[in-house]
């Protein structure tokens, strides 16, 4: 299993840029598909990217794609997900997930708050 920490949220305006970072903890990491979900007030929880254990493989919302890169380092244990050209429809909370064997996200972080403003 692996711990996951997500930070780097915080309050722009439209069009803006924000840089959010996923640090995991476990030795297994690196064999884990990553990924980004979202969940805004009175809404469910939504997939917005994810990436494959190699980093070579990615997927993304029709929503995001193209404003959104994610990304991973395995050398620092660590994922990110850069999101470019932010609109007021991204406000949500982000969620770090790991999939250990492509079957299901069952690591889970405690989110960090984006805020976009119009």
């Known amino acids: 299993q692996v711990q996951l920490v997500e930070s780097g949220g915080g309050l722009v305006q439209a069009g803006g840029s924000l840089r959010l970072s996923c640090a995991a903890s476990?030795?297994?990491?690196?064999?884990?598909?990553m990924g980004w979900f979202r969940q805004a007030p009175g809404k469910e929880r939504e997939f917005v990217a994810r990436?494959?254990?190699?980093?070579?493989?990615?997927y993304y919302a029709a929503s995001v794609k193209g404003r959104f890169t994610i990304s991973k380092d395995n050398a620092k244990n660590t994922v990110f997900l850069q999101m470019d050209s932010l609109k007021p429809e991204d406000t949500a909370r982000y969620y770090c997930a790991g999939d250990p064997d492509g079957s299901s996200w069952n690591q889970w972080g405690q989110g960090t708050q984006v805020t976009v403003s119009s």
């Open positions: 990436i494959s254990w190699s980093g070579g493989s990615t």
């Open positions: 476990g030795r297994t990491f690196s064999r884990y598909i």
